[in-house]
């Protein structure tokens, strides 16, 4: 009885220790583009973009197991690379979001429309629809973590040549022991 006795005071110590443990809550900023291409002789413009979460560092990949929740902050727009007339023009434009094979497609924004030249590398901050954003976030965080992002652009005149560059801040929660 009395080797029992030291066992358990000897281990006591060790499963209470084991018992304050408690998890660590971290978060962390991410920022990424994509960059959509819009060329062509046709005023509307398509394309799309196959974004995966784990090309942008091996460090997601480590820890996605970890990763609660991702919370798409903002994004952002700019036309870089107007090669037109002055008087160019987006007349509409949307932006959607979809899972890799083009499944259960939201829409995430509607584009305004603006004056390329005078837009040119100017940064625009859209208005981002909840369920389209819901969408990306639930499709960046859950396996694959990839996102088809489609765009809808049409122009007042063609040859039309300039890129749009969307720029996205989240913030990436997860817990570590």
């Given at each position: 009885?009395?080797?029992?006795r030291?066992?358990?005071?000897?281990?006591?110590?060790?499963l209470?220790?084991l018992?304050?443990c408690s998890?660590?809550e971290?978060?962390?900023?991410?920022?990424?583009?994509?960059?959509?291409?819009?060329?062509?002789?046709?005023?509307?413009?398509?394309?799309?973009?196959?974004?995966?979460?784990?090309?942008?560092s091996?460090?997601?990949?480590?820890?996605?197991?970890?990763?609660?929740?991702?919370?798409?902050?903002?994004?952002?727009?700019?036309?870089?690379?107007?090669?037109?007339?002055?008087?160019?023009s987006?007349?509409?434009?949307?932006?959607?979001?979809?899972?890799?094979?083009?499944?259960?497609?939201?829409?995430?924004?509607?584009?305004?429309?603006?004056?390329l030249?005078?837009?040119?590398?100017?940064?625009?901050?859209?208005?981002?629809?909840?369920?389209?954003?819901?969408?990306?976030?639930?499709?960046?965080?859950n396996?694959?973590?990839?996102?088809?992002?489609?765009?809808?652009?049409?122009?007042?005149?063609?040859?039309?040549?300039?890129?749009?560059?969307?720029?996205?801040?989240?913030?990436?929660?997860?817990?570590?022991?």
């Open positions: 009885m009395n080797h029992f030291k066992a358990v005071y000897f281990i006591l110590p060790f209470s220790a018992s304050s998890v660590l971290i978060s962390k900023e991410v920022e990424f583009d994509i960059i959509f291409p819009i060329h062509g002789d046709d005023p509307l413009v398509e394309d799309t973009y196959l974004f995966d979460l784990l090309q942008y091996s460090e997601y990949e480590d820890y996605m197991d970890n990763v609660r929740d991702i919370d798409i902050q903002s994004i952002t727009f700019t036309v870089t690379d107007f090669a037109g007339d002055e008087e160019q987006i007349d509409e434009g949307e932006l959607y979001i979809s899972d890799e094979n083009g499944g259960g497609t939201q829409l995430l924004a509607n584009l305004p429309g603006v004056n030249s005078q837009a040119e590398d100017l940064e625009h901050e859209l208005d981002l629809e909840p369920a389209g954003l819901e969408r990306a976030e639930e499709l960046i965080l396996a694959p973590n990839t996102c088809l992002s489609s765009i809808s652009v049409m122009v007042n005149s063609t040859p039309v040549a300039f890129n749009m560059k969307f720029h996205v801040k989240a913030l990436v929660s997860g817990t570590l022991l």
